[in-house]
Structures are given as C-alpha cells and as structure tokens.
C-alpha cells in the first residue's frame, strides 16, 4: 500500500495548478495542467480512487443519521439526525457534488495521459477509470437529480458552464458505458499499478462492473422495472462478485493526514466520538434478529465522563448490554434532552465524571476507530441482497431468492472481519443465523432490504444505505419531530445543489431544480425515487 500513497502526495504536487479551493471547479478546469508526455496516469486512478472513498462528514452528518444507522445529541449532527439546519454545516450537503467532480476530473486527466502516452500499454489504466466514472456519476445523480454529465469536464472545450442532464438521460448512458468499459478490460495488457481496489486485477474488475451493474439496474426498479430486469439479468449471467473476499473496498494508511480514513477521523473528534452512538433503531433490529453482529460492532463505554472520552479505552462487548440511542434528541436540557427520554438508561460515573451517554452503545473502539480503516465501495453481500430481490420479481438470476439471501447473509457477517479482527464472527454463529434467518415468502422485498440497510450500516457505507433506502422503503423508519426542523418532519430523500452553482453555473442549477417536484429540497425527489 505505500507504494500507492506515493502516487497521491505526488500527484497532489505536480497537479497543483488543476485544484482550487472550490471543488466544483473541477468541472471547469483544464485537464491539460499536467504534461501529458510526463506523467503516470496510475498515479491519477489511485488519487481518485481514495478522493471518492473517503467521504467522512459529507456521509456522517445527513446519510448515517438520517437512515438511523447512528444517532447523535451532537450540534451539527442535527442536520440527518433531527433534520434542522444546525451549526452552519448545510456546505456538507454539497460535498458528494463537489468531491465527485474533483474525483472525475482526476479520472479524466488520467485517461488523457494514458491515451497520450500509449492506449495499449495503459488500456486497463482507461478501462478502470471509466467503470469508476461510471460509480461516481451514479452516486452524484442519485444524490442530487438532474446534474452535468455530456457537457461536464469540458472546460478545454471551452464549456465552463456545463448544462444539467435529466437523470433518466443519464441513467440510459451510464449502462451501455459501463457495458463498454467492462468489455475492454484485457488480461493480456499490463496491470493497471495504482488501482488500491484490486491490484489491477482483471477478473476481479469484470466481477465489480458486473455487480456495479446489478447496483444501477435495481436503482430503476420504481420508474423502469423492464430496463431493470433486462441489466440485471445481464449482469448475473456476466458474473458478479463471489465472495465477501471479492468486496470492493480502499485501504487508508495512517501515517498520512491525508491518506487516513476521514469517516474515523471525523468520529474521532472529541465531540463526535463522546456523543455519536449506535441509533436505537439499529440495534433493537440486530436485537430482534438474533443477530450476531450486535456483539461485536458495538460497546459499552467504561464508566465516567474521563472514560467515555478516552479513545484508547474499549468498553463492554457483550450482546446482552447493548442499547441503542434514540435518534432526534439533545443535552440542551429542554423537552427534547435525551435524559428526559422515558427509556433512557442513565449516565455513568459520578459528580463531574458524569458521562450522560455512558450506557448507549458507540461503534466499538477497537473495530471502527482506526485512521486505517478501510472504506466500503460495495460488497458481495449487498450484490446478493439485490440478486435475491430480483429472483423474488421473478427476473432469472441464476440462483433462488432464498439462495442469493442466504448469500448475501453470510457475506455481510463475514465482511465485519474486513474492518477487523476483531469483529470476526465464527463459522458456528454464522452458519446458525443463516440458517435460522431464511427468506420468507411473505414479503421478500422487506426482508432483504432491511439485511441491505443493517449490512451498509455495519460496514459504515451509509450513502449507499440512503440510496437503497429511498429506493426501497426499507426499513420503514419513523422520522423525528425535532422543534425547527426544515423537512416537515420527512427524513431527507436528496441533498441540495451547493451553493456555488448559484455563481458559477445558475442557468445549469435552475435546470436542475426545474425537474424536482417542490424544488430544490431536502424533501423533492429526484426520477428514479418515485
């Protein structure tokens, strides 16, 4: 894995000249900055590659909260956990715009070096960046609606103000390419060197198209279910991953500021990690199901205020003690403090070593709180939950629903050892979950696509949790009522276009909040979330 930072400090050097302090002029910047004659193009695909993965706020303060995966009594995390406009953090509401962008602009300069250079010996270098473009261009549409695809990153074109696609138009672009790019991986052509997902590893990156594909495809299922099905079964009979050790995820290095995981860095602040808890939805499902995973993804804190602070100090493990935070309260001392909860268990310590939240469980120190943890792109469990809700639609799949369920079931429990040791769950307790936990007939699609939210919630992959949430309806969650909400008490179904479109690009951004039903809101729906 050095090897691969190497390639993101220099590349962060000699591209220098092609970032600005606003992300979103990425989208207008000119991709020749860099020599194109000079430059290795691998060193692009990993800087893209971490930049996409390491979303830490822009995930942690509307998407974990908001899908009750955490909760948190915290200021700021009242944006997803209360939905109020809290602590002037409403710019994290445009950050999967504007990283995205920054990310793309990096995959676009690398297939310009490689395609400069010498297509042949870089064709897997080209190959992998468009499967990722494909994966960044999703998450940015699925985010917002209708945003720059045909016209984005033209600034040498001289397009600086890129008009919106509608999302439809980008969706029926987006498979054919990623058809495409799939297709022109070749084992035969050399290794692509900075890829930090797989190596460069061919069969690997076929498996992940596949998968990515199923992931689109499902996306449709309430605006297009033929063209879902028709993509879907494609993908299957394509291969897809096939196994929880095919997941695709970026391993980040502590030694760097830079290359450490921002999720755990943002929950490693004081304030974030003394009052940032498991949400009280999540562990009473794990709790209702038996479920394994509630003994090792969480903790107990060690009594006492000086305690819960400290981040070196694991807490209690066991299953029996675990206890969930009710999302939509504070420590303001009014009618909406925690300690004023009927069900609310008490502090810990004593006096000034009062801890309020000591007895609500937080994601276990010694599993979660790493600057290298690696971060989830997607998984084989969550491939095999969509296979199975497909299978249930009646779709040919190869497999039953019962099978990719009980699949995607034990991939999800075994991925936990991923993150760490730690979290590793026996063969003896997986094996009898799985079997205790078959897909029943009466409603599939609930059942599947509650394991798809508690597997993207363990794994800490809440924006695609959000996203299949939306898409699903499940779980059916219960939104909070918090005084000064801006949703209605509605749980937020998109985020807002960033501010800065307002200047740089205004009639690109009208045509975007033209399409939204209700306009440019938390609460409008983009196409496919009818």
């Not at 970032?19 to 000079?38: F, G, I, K, M, R």
Request: net charge neutral; with cysteine; aromatic share 10%.
């Amino acid at each position: 894995m050095k090897k691969t930072f190497i390639y993101i400090a220099l590349a962060s050097v000699l591209l220098a000249p092609a970032c600005s302090e606003d992300h979103l002029d990425e989208v207008n910047t000119n991709p020749n900055a860099a020599n194109a004659s000079q430059f290795n193009p691998n060193f692009l695909l990993t800087d893209a590659q971490l930049s996409f993965s390491n979303t830490g706020y822009a995930q942690l303060l509307y998407q974990a909260t908001g899908i009750q995966a955490l909760a948190s009594t915290y200021n700021y995390y009242g944006n997803g956990d209360k939905y109020v406009n809290a602590g002037n953090f409403t710019d994290y509401q445009g950050r999967i715009f504007n990283d995205g962008y920054t990310a793309l602009s990096r995959l676009q300069q690398a297939e310009l070096i490689a395609n400069t250079q010498d297509p042949t010996r870089f064709k897997n270098v080209i190959a992998i960046s468009n499967i990722m473009r494909v994966l960044i261009f999703q998450r940015i549409t699925d985010t917002y609606g209708d945003v720059p695809y045909t016209e984005a990153l033209k600034a040498a074109e001289g397009i600086t103000a890129p008009k919106y696609d509608k999302q439809q138009a980008i969706y029926s672009d987006l498979l054919p390419k990623l058809e495409a790019a799939i297709n022109s991986l070749d084992a035969a052509a050399p290794k692509a060197t900075g890829d930090i997902l797989y190596a460069g590893d061919v069969a690997q990156w076929k498996k992940f198209g596949y998968s990515l594909m199923v992931r689109l495809a499902m996306r449709l299922t309430k605006v297009d279910p033929a063209t879902a099905q028709s993509w879907t079964e494609k993908a299957a009979a394509g291969g897809t991953l096939a196994s929880y050790t095919d997941n695709a995820l970026v391993k980040t290095d502590a030694a760097n500021g830079d290359t450490q995981n921002s999720t755990t860095g943002a929950l490693l602040t004081p304030d974030d990690f003394r009052e940032v808890r498991w949400s009280k939805t999540l562990i009473d499902f794990l709790r209702a199901q038996n479920d394994p995973r509630l003994g090792v993804i969480g903790e107990i804190p060690q009594p006492g205020a000086v305690n819960n602070a400290n981040q070196s100090l694991t807490g209690n493990t066991s299953a029996a003690v675990q206890v969930g935070m009710p999302n939509g309260y504070d420590l303001s001392g009014g009618a909406f403090d925690i300690r004023k909860h009927p069900q609310y268990p008490g502090g810990t310590g004593t006096g000034t070593d009062m801890a309020p939240l000591g007895n609500y469980s937080r994601p276990r120190v010694n599993v979660y709180m790493k600057r290298n943890a690696p971060n989830f792109i997607l998984t084989y469990a969550q491939t095999e939950f969509l296979l199975a809700e497909a299978a249930s639609r009646g779709w040919n799949v190869g497999a039953s629903a019962a099978q990719h369920f009980a699949n995607g079931l034990r991939g999800a429990l075994q991925s936990l050892s991923q993150i760490d040791a730690a979290a590793a769950i026996d063969e003896a307790s997986l094996a009898a979950y799985v079997t205790a936990n078959p897909l029943s007939p009466a409603n599939p699609q609930k059942q599947i696509n509650e394991q798809y939210w508690a597997e993207t919630a363990t794994t800490f992959n809440f924006i695609e949790g959000w996203f299949n949430w939306r898409r699903s309806g499940y779980p059916e969650l219960v939104p909070v009522n918090y005084p000064g909400n801006v949703t209605n008490a509605t749980i937020p179904r998109r985020m807002i276009y960033p501010a800065s479109e307002i200047s740089n690009n205004p009639s690109g951004l009208q045509s975007g909040i033209a399409s939204l039903q209700g306009g440019d809101l938390l609460t409008s729906r983009v196409w496919w979330d009818k």
